[in-house]
């Protein structure tokens, strides 16, 4: 495997806890089988639109700030893993917040869509700094994002909270050390 291929490997991982953790929340509330496909759908489009509004701010902050690109891009990555660790929302609230989002048409699909899909804004961004190759990077997102809400729903129907909170903090964890990595990287080379 090349650098690049396992940087985007690195990048799309932790994402997919992630989603995992919002499509389990959506299990536990309640989600209507027949809206499942709808669900994974919608997220699918708005985690795959939105890396590419990150790249497209990305791509020209790394040409403006040059060898500093990589660094930001690190302590970005980092820092979104530190606050995916840090926030703690009550999971009850959490799923009843979702799942009323998915009731409410156009305006609750876009509002949830773009909900879940702010790290992708981040890492979209990051990938832009550090000029990964986007297509691979798109379709790896897209095929994870489709699959693990798919999974995340039907498991969430049938398994207890905790398993959201454990979901969000090894994507955190992976993305502080995803960040550190970067870091370690750009110091040695």
């Given at each position: 495997m090349t650098g690049s291929t396992l940087k985007v490997i690195g990048f799309v991982l932790p994402l997919g806890l992630d989603t995992f953790g919002v499509a389990l929340a959506l299990g536990i509330a309640g989600l209507p089988p027949a809206r499942r496909m709808h669900i994974a759908l919608l997220f699918t489009a708005f985690e795959t639109a939105m890396p590419l509004v990150g790249l497209a701010l990305g791509v020209p902050l790394g040409r403006a700030i040059g060898g500093a690109?990589?660094?930001?891009?690190?302590?970005?990555?980092?820092?979104?893993?530190?606050?995916?660790?840090?926030?703690?929302?009550?999971?009850?609230?959490?799923?009843?917040?979702?799942?009323?989002?998915?009731?409410?048409?156009?305006f609750g699909?876009?509002?949830?869509?773009?909900?879940?899909?702010?790290?992708?804004?981040?890492?979209?961004?990051?990938?832009?700094?550090?000029?990964?190759?986007?297509?691979?990077m798109i379709i790896a997102i897209a095929v994870q994002t489709f699959i693990v809400t798919q999974v995340g729903i039907r498991v969430g129907s049938r398994v207890g909270d905790h398993w959201?909170?454990?979901?969000?903090?090894?994507?955190?964890?992976?993305?502080?050390?995803l960040g550190a990595v970067l870091l370690a990287f750009q110091l040695t080379s």
């Amino acid at each position: 495997m090349t650098g690049s291929t396992l940087k985007v490997i690195g990048f799309v991982l932790p994402l997919g806890l992630d989603t995992f953790g919002v499509a389990l929340a959506l299990g536990i509330a309640g989600l209507p089988p027949a809206r499942r496909m709808h669900i994974a759908l919608l997220f699918t489009a708005f985690e795959t639109a939105m890396p590419l509004v990150g790249l497209a701010l990305g791509v020209p902050l790394g040409r403006a700030i040059g060898g500093a690109a990589d660094y930001m891009a690190a302590a970005l990555v980092a820092a979104l893993g530190l606050y995916m660790l840090l926030t703690d929302e009550d999971d009850d609230e959490e799923s009843a917040r979702l799942l009323s989002m998915t009731d409410r048409g156009l305006f609750g699909a876009v509002a949830l869509g773009v909900s879940i899909s702010l790290d992708e804004l981040a890492i979209g961004f990051s990938a832009g700094l550090l000029h990964l190759p986007i297509l691979p990077m798109i379709i790896a997102i897209a095929v994870q994002t489709f699959i693990v809400t798919q999974v995340g729903i039907r498991v969430g129907s049938r398994v207890g909270d905790h398993w959201r909170e454990y979901s969000q903090r090894i994507a955190g964890v992976a993305l502080m050390l995803l960040g550190a990595v970067l870091l370690a990287f750009q110091l040695t080379s």
